[in-house]
């Protein structure tokens, strides 16, 4: 399996612009994470579906932030519009649906707002 | 609150030596812990994961301990190599029932192995 995919692995763009990140998540999983990374607040969940449904979003930080799942084997994340301190990593994840299952964590996209 | 802290921050150790690391948490009620190694430029991976029963756990070179009366955990690194360089999560699952168990994050320790 080729593990969770992430696009693009490296985004710049200017304050004001709209951003889109994508995921594809392992083949069969049923759970699907989008994590925030700074530096300043280390790993920070914003957002997680099951079976391609939001079931908690109260990590997403405001309304520029929107997460969709249109099936099992895609999910994007999008900004709109986008800050400076937006500027991070961000990590998909995917796991099945035991609780002791694993996730598994995409390599993420960097995100630099100038 | 929910917290996990770790410690310490950063580690340098040089190639060969063993080092711990380690975790404090007050998530309440429990359900597991997980330590996950992060390369720089990659996501995070799950190292090994331990419930509230289990003491001890290893996967190689890394061994992990709960003790979950003292909410304490720690990872021990034997025979250090300089691949070990990165950053070290701990991780801790709340369990609530009905619902989502939440993950909460700890900042991480990074360690830089030296030759």
């Known amino acids: 399996d080729a593990g969770v995919i992430q696009s693009p692995r490296h985004e710049v763009t200017e304050m004001g612009q709209e951003v889109t990140l994508r995921c594809k998540p392992i083949?069969?999983?049923?759970?699907l994470f989008w994590y925030r990374q700074t530096m300043m607040r280390g790993l920070e969940l914003l957002i997680y579906?099951?079976?391609?449904?939001?079931?908690?979003d109260s990590g997403m930080p405001e309304d520029r932030f929107s997460a969709k799942m249109p099936n099992a084997s895609f999910s994007t994340l999008k900004i709109q519009p986008s800050e400076p301190r937006d500027s991070a990593v961000y990590f998909c994840?995917?796991?099945?649906?035991?609780?002791?299952?694993?996730?598994?964590f995409g390599p993420g996209t960097r995100l630099t707002v100038l | 609150k929910n917290q996990v802290e770790q410690s310490p921050q950063s580690l340098i150790i040089l190639e060969g030596k063993n080092c711990t690391l380690q975790c404090n948490y007050t998530v309440s009620p429990f359900s597991n812990l997980r330590w996950y190694k992060q390369d720089t430029g990659r996501g995070p991976v799950s190292l090994t994961i331990m419930t509230f029963s289990e003491n001890t756990k290893s996967n190689g070179r890394y061994t992990a301990t709960l003790d979950a009366d003292t909410k304490q955990s720690s990872l021990h690194i034997t025979a250090s190599q300089l691949s070990d360089s990165a950053s070290y999560i701990c991780v801790v699952t709340d369990d609530v029932s009905g619902g989502y168990n939440k993950l909460i994050f700890g900042a991480g320790t990074r360690l830089a192995v030296h030759p």
């Open positions: 083949s069969g999983h049923d759970y």
């Open positions: 994840a995917s796991r099945r649906s035991g609780w002791a299952d694993t996730q598994y």
């Open positions: 579906f099951n079976n391609n449904v939001p079931i908690d």
